[in-house]
Nanobody
């Protein structure tokens, strides 16, 4: 089982940077894909980025490509989402998730991830 805990959210001004962390606190299984999603008020949860277990492959939503970087350190059971050049439209609750399927058409689906963290709020002011 995987138990994910996010941290690192906060209130920043447009143009600033934040780094989110996602720790697997149970550390009982490995091999999973880590994904990041976000959900703004009144909107559906949307895909942000994903990384495979070996960090060989990453995948980004077009809206964050070039600004966000996903990474992971399996020795620390931790994944990261470095967010640069933040915009007000990036404001949302950010969730990390774990799954075992790697394909571009399934990575973006919330149903591909059986395990989720509780979320961390990111607010970007203009």
């Amino acid at each position: 089982q995987v138990q994910l805990v996010e941290s690192g959210g906060g209130l920043v001004q447009a143009g600033a940077s934040l780094r989110l962390s996602c720790v697997d606190s149970r550390r009982t299984v490995g091999g999973y894909v880590m994904g990041w999603f976000r959900q703004a008020p009144g909107k559906e949860r949307e895909f942000v980025a994903a990384i495979d277990w070996s960090s060989s492959n990453t995948y980004y939503a077009d809206s964050v490509k070039g600004r966000f970087t996903i990474s992971r350190d399996n020795a620390k059971n931790t994944g990261y989402l470095q967010m640069n050049s933040l915009k007000p439209e990036d404001t949302a609750i950010y969730y990390c998730a774990a799954g075992w399927r790697w394909s571009s058409n399934v990575l973006v689906q919330t149903t591909s991830y059986p395990y989720w963290g509780q979320g961390t709020q990111v607010t970007v002011s203009s």
